[in-house]
């Protein structure tokens, strides 16, 4: 039998960059190893891929998941979000909340996942609790109710005073171990400061405990307990832990707490199904597991990490990946050890299982058991990609090697996407920011060795006409036998943008035969794919089709086609054809400090600032921005705003690329078709 539901629990460890997570996560698993790191990580220093590890004894088991801090890889942080019972966020003692923390708190609480804070780095001489539990307030908007206190910082912090216990724990080392003790007098005052506050605060969300408290009776270490855990799990309380995972001090207190206050899996699950319904958490419910994370190497192959949401899985289960209707079978299930992956006959509701050689498998895929096959369990939403690239191999040989690659880079982040795009004949991957797009190249590089290029995406711009114009096309072609003849007379004249293509029938009398009107339309809708100024596809005019003529022998289908491009052709050249440029609606949240900066940035763009809003950021500026200047916005608005500024985008409409630019773009277009030309 496995270990009880009741006895389970999986835990985020969340923050950004530089706060300790890494450190935090190896403590809580009692490992003297580092948390084994890919190469790009090694590189630069921190979590770039969340990894997930079991901690098991005989009495419990937790799973911790190590997350990544920069909002490149937010998506990743989400999946980890939703399959956990509670979240750590992991708060720097020397400079408390900051604004880049508090899009990840927001993302915690868009789950309502409970959330316990730990204020690391005491040891630190900078550090400062008091003023901590003061930015949560200030930055996070949330009262953070301090259970553990520090005894000294810097070199002089030995430990902790928990106000629950009402004792002392010192650490001589790094072992973890604590000496428990009576709080010595030197420290009374101190904790009988938080003390008051803890009981107070936590005694007032209990009407019988507030009663108690208020008629002088004594609160027990497990009143108090029950009451913070249920405000814990309706996020109306969130406890602080404090400690150094350098020193190792307070990992203890902080790993006791996932027990006391973290709601277990049959109290509280973040995933549902998509047609709403509840998953039922009882073990002996039909298997619906959520696949959270995935990860390919080049020896080992492809893992799925899997959160079992329902039921019970063995290796003889009938299962199904819900979300391509593909059975699935497995031969092991696995369990993520800190030192491997470890057998196991079967799991059950609230475990986190490992399965291999599922190659239909990736993150966001559902399994169900065969009786549930059409249950398919919500997915982290689809990220907002801002960043484009496309994608040039220096071997033209290699490109589906590339794409085969990309495939696989994707499986295991699914934040990025790429496409072909048929019109510029390029292979275009995307993402969140310039750190994702940086790790890419270099996995290409380094791990599928691929040498490629990264450059902005060409840009698709359109053609259209200024004014109306009335035209002939007339194709006559006699060479022995039965000869070729059409005739047609066409108004062109331009419609308002986004208004597409019109095609009106205005024939009278028979003059053109019905059978033949479709073959002109065909035959200029053939010749819009491409443009007089510089070969783009034509949008938003009208065509009508008033007159002409036809021979009872030598009139055909494709004779009036090319009677129609004739027609077309004259149309664009007298018809005052301009260059359209694509025009995005753009959404920059920045803080109120750099406002100023980000709206004379985007005027210089040729930009037109639409409005202004405030948001949880601070504030969002509305803007109308052309594609072509936004090509390199995602680097350039991280530098301008160190790293706060965040921004969406999407297409809007098309405009008239202001004349000084036009020359250039026919140019470059024309050298860039006949490379590709060359090049095939």
């Known amino acids: 039998m496995g270990m009880p539901i009741d006895k389970k629990r999986v835990v985020t460890v969340i923050s950004p960059d530089g706060n300790g997570k890494t450190s935090i996560v190896k403590r809580l698993l009692?490992?003297?190893?580092?948390?084994?790191?890919?190469?790009?990580?090694?590189?630069?220093?921190?979590?770039?891929?969340?990894?997930?590890?079991?901690?098991e004894d005989k009495e419990s088991e937790f799973a911790v998941i190590d997350t990544p801090g920069s909002l490149n890889y937010i998506n990743d942080v989400i999946n980890t979000i939703m399959v956990s019972n509670g979240a750590v966020y992991v708060l720097d003692a020397t400079t408390g909340a900051t604004d880049q923390g508090s899009r990840l708190w927001r993302r915690i609480k868009d789950y309502n996942v409970p959330t316990i804070i730990f204020v690391n780095m005491m040891d630190s001489d900078d550090a400062d609790y008091d003023n901590s539990l003061e930015s949560l307030r200030n930055v996070f908007k949330v009262s953070p109710l301090p259970i553990a206190i520090p005894v000294g910082k810097g070199t002089e912090f030995t430990g902790v005073i928990n106000l629950i216990t009402q004792k002392l724990y010192t650490y001589k080392d790094d072992s973890g171990k604590a000496k428990e003790e009576a709080i010595p007098e030197q420290y009374k005052e101190l904790f009988d400061r938080y003390r008051e506050k803890m009981v107070e605060a936590v005694v007032e969300t209990d009407e019988k405990l507030m009663e108690k408290y208020f008629e002088g009776g004594e609160i027990s270490d497990?009143?108090?307990?029950?009451?913070?855990?249920?405000?814990?799990?309706?996020?109306?309380?969130?406890?602080?832990?404090?400690?150094?995972?350098?020193?190792?001090?307070?990992?203890?207190?902080?790993?006791?707490?996932?027990?006391y206050y973290y709601p277990a899996h049959n109290e509280f699950n973040a995933i549902s199904f998509e047609d709403g319904e509840t998953a039922d958490t009882n073990p002996n419910a039909p298997f619906a597991g959520y696949v959270f994370k995935t990860k390919i190497d080049n020896y080992t192959g492809k893992t799925n990490y899997i959160k079992v949401v329902s039921g019970s899985i063995n290796k003889s289960s009938k299962l199904t990946v819900a979300n391509i209707n593909s059975s699935l079978k497995i031969s092991k299930i696995y369990k993520p050890l800190a030192g491997g992956l470890k057998a196991v006959e079967e799991a059950s509701s609230g475990d986190?299982?490992?399965?291999?050689?599922?190659e239909e498998l990736k993150t966001g895929h559902s399994v169900v058991d065969s009786s549930i096959s059409k249950k398919i369990l919500k997915s982290a939403p689809e990220p907002k990609r801002v960043l484009n690239y496309a994608v040039d191999v220096t071997d033209k040989k290699l490109e589906e090697k590339v794409a085969i690659a990309l495939k696989k880079i994707i499986d295991e982040d699914p934040s990025i996407g790429y496409t072909r795009i048929p019109e510029t004949k390029e292979l275009v991957i995307s993402g969140l920011g310039q750190l994702q797009m940086d790790v890419v190249k270099e996995m290409l590089k380094e791990k599928y060795k691929l040498d490629v290029i990264f450059r902005p995406p060409r840009i698709q711009y359109r053609e259209t006409i200024t004014k109306s114009v009335q035209v002939q096309g007339r194709h006559k072609k006699q060479s022995g036998g039965h000869g070729q003849f059409a005739d047609t007379w066409i108004k062109a004249e331009p419609l308002s943008r986004n208004s597409g293509f019109e095609f009106v029938d205005a024939i009278v009398g028979g003059v053109i035969p019905r059978n033949f009107i479709p073959s002109v339309e065909k035959g200029i809708k053939k010749s819009m794919e491409k443009g007089t100024v510089a070969g783009y596809p034509v949008i938003d005019f009208k065509v009508t089709l008033y007159d002409g003529s036809h021979h009872s022998v030598d009139s055909s289908d494709m004779a009036f086609q090319i009677a129609g491009s004739i027609a077309y052709k004259k149309a664009m050249e007298e018809a005052g054809p301009i260059l359209l440029e694509p025009i995005m609606n753009i959404r920059v949240s920045v803080p109120e400090e750099f406002v100023g900066s980000i709206t004379n940035d985007l005027s210089g763009r040729r930009g037109r600032i639409t409005g202004m809003d405030s948001n949880d950021e601070g504030s969002m500026v509305k803007a109308q921005v052309p594609l072509s200047e936004l090509s390199s916005y995602a680097p350039e608005l991280h530098s301008m705003t160190k790293g706060l500024g965040v921004f969406e985008m999407e297409f809007a409409t098309y405009e008239e690329l202001p004349s000084q630019f036009v020359n250039k773009i026919v140019d470059d277009t024309k050298k860039w078709r006949e490379s590709e030309e060359s090049a095939h």
């Open 30 to 55: 009692g490992v003297k190893e580092d948390i084994p790191v890919e190469p790009e990580e090694e590189k630069r220093g921190y979590t770039l891929s969340s990894k997930t590890f079991v901690s």
């Open 352 to 358: 986190i299982i490992v399965l291999d050689k599922c």
């Open 222 to 259: 497990s009143e108090l307990r029950s009451v913070l855990g249920r405000s814990v799990k309706n996020r109306s309380a969130f406890p602080v832990f404090v400690g150094s995972s350098q020193k190792n001090i307070g990992i203890d207190l902080l790993k006791n707490a996932f027990f």
